[in-house]
């Protein structure tokens, strides 16, 4: 048993800690008569054989790691606070960037004084007058949990951001502005002013799948279209989620190998890319988390070896995972982060050997790509499915002919929202190659929405 091998366990146990606890809560006496039993392992007679004596060592710190995942979790469910419906006056921050729908903002706020919840509040107001990040508000309205709908538990989803309550349509006075960090603030206006400069010359529904491509933003989707992106099994195209950006960080690096990048100089690129594109989208933790499996995925494809990345995805979940532990059971982002990066580390060389008899492009990477997706594709399945309730039948066939392009599309998508900003006439000239690729992306999802779904 190697070191690596004992650190893995160790991570795992510490996992399953958090796994378990989230099903059901472990009580006091049992965790304790855990701790104790570990002990006991630990201690074994030094008179018993090296082989043996280690692996009841290891055993009782995996039973120790495996209380401390619980307690971990525990102890993060024991600060949730309880939301009393009731009528509220308080002073608070915009502190992430508003969500703006067709008729309604969604607001997320941290309380300035009196801090009296200890958590982030959600509250919905008219589309007008507008906010901004960094504003300081005056809010008067009633404080309410958020409900628990039949099939979709919303509170739950809010609550692995750290959002505990809810609040529709107070009153708001502005008392202040440029109370947030500077930086998040420069990268919220560079965002809108790139959604701006796209919308000139790009039209629904395309433009709603594009601001969804590069931002991860749905609120130009219309209801019909994420219905369809839904049947397709092609949702996730609409997020700034793990396994798009596991995809596209693959896909970038063997593009750059493929037109003749040295490894080093491709690796590089790929990672200051990938960079960029969360800073730009302005770092939500979704996007944090995801660029962090991106980013181990690009480290051991650069290396060369996939095989070696497994310590380090275990490791780096576990790392978010004692950071924030409602991750594992409460966050589809985390959960598509993790397999879409364990598929392609261990899925994609099978699927290369597979698809070895397909001519390969010199401009493209096309067996890489197909690999690359299949992979992500074949352990991603299982959440989508569980997720949306069903099985579009022709799901991997709409994937595969949009996912490949996704890392190229991304690339051109950039290119345009900046020369958009920068010099009109080159957007309006990149607009149209814009529009072709993702007018082909709206039409494999309009024809395939109309094949038939397994419920």
Request: proline content about 5%; overall charge positive; some cysteine.
């Amino acid at each position: 048993m190697t070191k690596s091998q004992v650190f893995r366990y160790f991570c795992l146990s510490f996992v399953g800690g958090i796994f378990i606890n989230s099903i059901f809560l472990l009580p006091q006496m049992l965790l304790l008569g855990f701790l104790i039993f570990g002990l006991i392992l630990i201690s074994v007679p030094s008179s018993l054989n090296f082989k043996k004596r280690a692996g009841f060592v290891v055993a009782g710190f995996c039973l120790m790691f495996l209380v401390a995942g619980v307690w971990r979790h525990q102890t993060v469910l024991l600060k949730i606070p309880q939301i009393k419906e009731e009528n509220v006056n308080f002073t608070a921050i915009v502190v992430e960037d508003p969500d703006i729908r067709e008729t309604s903002t969604g607001l997320t706020l941290k309380e300035a004084e009196p801090q009296s919840i200890g958590g982030k509040i959600l509250v919905i107001i008219w589309r007008y007058p507008e906010y901004r990040y960094g504003d300081k508000l005056k809010i008067t309205g009633k404080l309410q949990a958020p409900p628990v709908f039949e099939g979709f538990n919303y509170r739950d989803y809010l609550k692995k951001d750290g959002v505990f309550a809810i609040m529709n349509w107070p009153e708001i006075e502005v008392v202040g502005s440029s109370y947030g960090n500077l930086a998040s603030e420069a990268l919220f206006s560079f965002k809108n002013k790139f959604k701006e400069s796209i919308r000139r010359f790009i039209s629904p529904p395309e433009s709603g799948i594009l601001e969804a491509l590069v931002f991860g933003d749905e609120s130009g989707i219309s209801k019909e279209w994420k219905d369809k992106l839904n049947f397709t099994g092609t949702r996730h195209i609409a997020a700034v989620s793990g396994m798009n950006i596991s995809i596209i960080a693959s896909l970038i690096l063997n593009f750059l190998l493929a037109v003749g990048f040295w490894r080093k100089q491709a690796f590089y690129f790929s990672a200051v890319l990938l960079v960029l594109y969360i800073l730009m989208i302005g770092a939500p933790a979704s996007a944090v988390r995801a660029g962090i499996m991106g980013g181990i995925l690009l480290y051991s494809q650069y290396l060369g070896k996939l095989s070696s990345a497994g310590r380090s995805l275990v490791f780096a979940a576990t790392l978010m995972l004692f950071l924030n532990p409602l991750l594992l059971m409460l966050d589809v982002g985390f959960q598509l982060s993790f397999l879409a990066v364990l598929g392609i580390i261990y899925l994609q060389p099978r699927f290369l050997k597979w698809l070895r008899k397909i001519p390969e492009p010199k401009i493209f990477p096309l067996k890489s790509t197909l690999a690359a997706t299949f992979a992500a594709q074949v352990f991603t399945l299982p959440i989508l499915i569980y997720n949306f309730g069903y099985v579009p039948i022709l799901s991997p066939a709409a994937n595969i002919l949009i996912v490949p392009f996704l890392a190229p599309l991304t690339i051109l998508l950039f290119i345009f929202g900046l020369s958009s900003i920068i010099f009109w006439p080159l957007g309006y000239i990149l607009s149209w190659p814009v529009w072709l690729s993702l007018s082909y992306i709206t039409s494999v999802i309009d024809i395939f929405s109309k094949f038939p779904k397994i419920w």
